[in-house]
């Protein structure tokens, strides 16, 4: 019998639970599941565009384990999106970060804390409205 996995740490979760394809009957439309730390995965690496390593520190886990969990995510998106299936968001093992990290257009980062961590992404960077 396996260890219990550790909870991966998540900056944000997101708004909306599940995509389905357009032009397709929802009753016969096949889908896939996300969990939530995988939707986080591909925040930090794709949206991001943070490096592995740093990836795996902001989700408290190692860089092999941040790795698997990316390519989960990617073959399952890549499934949904090839064969018309719909995605739903929903379970893992995981926590709340208390601190995120966002990355406006320019490129500058800053950091948010508490309840806005949850919130829908800013629109504007703080640095270039300063």
Known sequence: MGRQPLRRRVGFVPPVSSFTP????????????????????????????????DCAREMNVSRTTFSR???SARKSIADALLN????????GTFEISAIRQFTCP?????YAV???ITAQLPKDCPIRNK
């Open 22 to 53: 357009s032009g397709r009957q929802l009753s016969l439309i096949q889908g896939v599941k996300l969990t939530v730390e995988e939707m986080e995965a591909i925040r930090l690496k794709d949206i991001e565009e943070l490096e592995l390593e």
């Open 69 to 71: 969990i990316l390519d």
């Open 84 to 91: 018309g299936k719909a995605i739903v968001i929903e379970g």
């Open 106 to 110: 320019m490129g500058n980062r800053w």
């Open 114 to 116: 508490g309840e806005h």
